[in-house]
């Protein structure tokens, strides 16, 4: 059975930092190009950033420059790393997983950005 669970999220301060992480089981992680998606409020789900097995990496422009992804394939892991949050970053993330026709995803992390 394919697992994929989100951890970290949470309430944050403006212009803080948050880190989640994501821990896939029942898939060849190694294998998959990973993703963090996130979804606002009364829009659409979007990409943030995704990593690919050989560790390239793409971000949207409303996290590049402040923000990192990162695989452990031995973990099984992926980790997003954001910093200097604003209230616009606030939505639920969720944790994907796509390889060939196959795509998985976790239930999602809610991250609020507010004083």
């Known amino acids: 059975q394919v697992q994929l669970v989100e951890s970290g999220g949470g309430l944050a301060q403006p212009g803080g930092s948050l880190r989640l992480s994501c821990t896939a089981s029942?898939?060849?992680?190694?294998?998959?190009?990973m993703a963090w998606y996130r979804q606002a409020p009364g829009k659409q789900r979007e990409m943030v950033a995704q990593?690919?097995?050989?560790?390239?990496?793409v971000y949207s422009d409303s996290v590049k420059g402040r923000s990192t992804i990162s695989r452990d394939n031995s973990e099984k892991k992926i980790f997003l790393q954001m910093e200097r949050l604003a209230p616009e970053d606030t939505a639920v993330y969720y944790c994907?997983?796509?390889?060939?026709?196959?795509?998985?995803w976790g239930q999602g992390t809610q991250v609020t950005v507010s004083s």
């Open positions: 994907n997983a796509v390889l060939e026709s196959r795509t998985h």
């Open positions: 990593i690919t097995a050989d560790r390239r990496t």
């Open positions: 029942g898939i060849s992680f190694r294998f998959y190009k």
